[in-house]
């Protein structure tokens, strides 16, 4: 029977896939994507405080994975709320957070289990701040945002689906007949096809999936930690990453989408480098500044607190145990006088913003 896509994918096919997935051109694009992201695990080391980078490049990731759901929030909102009550944060921003957090979860899971399926449903628990499962009723569909007319329904009944998805979970770790010796990149962007067709949430589906990406390449040694910007590259190729999603369920279309999602993985390691580079030079060069015009205040934890909470708050240094309340406030008060920091007012509430280093992020 064609393939239809108002109909259940029940006949979704199992991992391995009967096309040859490394390819001379998908073995050149691996090879260039592998060294890219060895370049990026290498730059991350040079960070002292591996804290400045869990709390800043994956809250861009958790952005632009977010608005590829049309999940639209800003940088500075995301930044302005993390770590405190959001109360008074948007919708769209509150998703966003819990993206960033789901991530955090996941990597911290990977210490005591591998990833699986329950991974994900952790990961989308956390994502969507309910208690999701596998879906077990009928009637999911993914629909076009412009005529509304449906492009694709998932496989359906729970048994089946975790079926497929412990089918998924072999072939992440090499165990499937076949998989054992394919490239971990082929591996995560076969993987990556197989979960979003799978489907198995009734939401969160692809932020899940993205998650899942960083978190695989870091239980396989590529990096340390879940750090490369990846939805980067689908959010700037947003029509590419859906139309490759179809084209592999339709037609069988491998190549091209492991093409794009490895020439997605080289592009973003290499611009995520490029910004740990950056972030650790301007650390260093702060720091200096701080020693050499606030030197009576100086530490090197509190240069690199005002990084790793850009939008610094008096109890973030109480609680780093930096100082007390009144002395911390005095802390960053002299950090804004002398130009590091900026006092911004929020409700009752001061926030110190890093702006050198917010703008850095932004830039692209």
């Known amino acids: 029977m064609a393939y239809d896509p108002a109909r259940p994918y029940n006949d979704l096919p199992a991992l391995p896939p009967q096309a040859e997935l490394e390819s001379r051109a998908v073995l050149k694009a691996c090879i260039t994507a592998r060294a890219a992201v060895a ?8 960070i002292p405080n591996q804290g400045l980078l869990i709390n800043s490049i994956p809250l861009l990731e958790a952005q632009a994975s977010s608005e590829i759901e049309n999940i639209v929030t800003t940088t500075d909102q995301m ?3 993390d770590g405190a009550s959001d109360v008074e944060a948007d919708p769209a921003t509150k998703e966003a957070l819990r993206y960033r957090a789901a991530l955090w979860e996941g990597f911290q899971a990977l210490s005591s289990r591998p990833l699986s399926t329950n991974t994900a449903i952790q990961v989308c628990r956390a994502i969507k701040g309910v208690d999701m499962d596998i879906r077990r009723t009928p009637g999911t569909t993914l629909n076009s945002e412009r005529t509304g007319q449906v492009i694709y329904t998932p496989p359906e009944g729970e048994a089946l689906l975790r079926e497929k998805l412990a089918n998924w979970e072999r072939w992440m770790h090499g165990t499937l007949p076949g998989s054992e010796d394919v490239d971990p990149l082929v591996r995560m962007a076969a993987g990556h096809y197989q979960f979003e067709a799978i489907h198995p949430f009734t939401d969160g589906n692809g932020r899940t999936g993205r998650v899942l990406n960083l978190l695989y390449l ?3 040694g590529l ?3 879940p750090v490369l910007y990846l939805s980067r590259h689908m959010l700037r190729n947003k029509t590419g990453y859906y139309a490759g999603l179809q084209s592999v369920t339709a037609t069988g279309a491998w190549e091209p989408w492991l093409l794009y999602m490895l020439q997605g993985v080289a592009e973003t390691a290499t611009w995520t480098m490029n910004k740990v580079v950056a972030l650790r030079r301007l650390l260093t060069d702060t720091a200096e500044r701080m020693r050499r015009e606030a030197g009576s205040i100086y530490s090197r934890e509190l240069a690199e607190l005002v990084f790793v909470r850009p939008y610094c708050r ?3 240094v109480v609680d780093a145990g930096l100082a007390k309340r009144q002395t911390a406030s005095t ?3 002299e950090l804004a006088a002398i130009g590091i920091l900026r006092e911004h007012k929020l409700g009752r509430e001061k926030v110190f913003l890093n702006p050198a280093f917010i703008e850095l992020l932004k830039r692209d």
């Open 223 to 225: 990096l340390d930690i």
């Open 314 to 316: 008096i109890a973030h």
């Open 331 to 333: 802390y960053l008060k």
């Open 218 to 220: 870091v239980e396989q």
């Open 79 to 81: 930044f302005l709320f």
């Open 39 to 46: 370049e990026l695990k290498a730059a991350g080391q040079l």
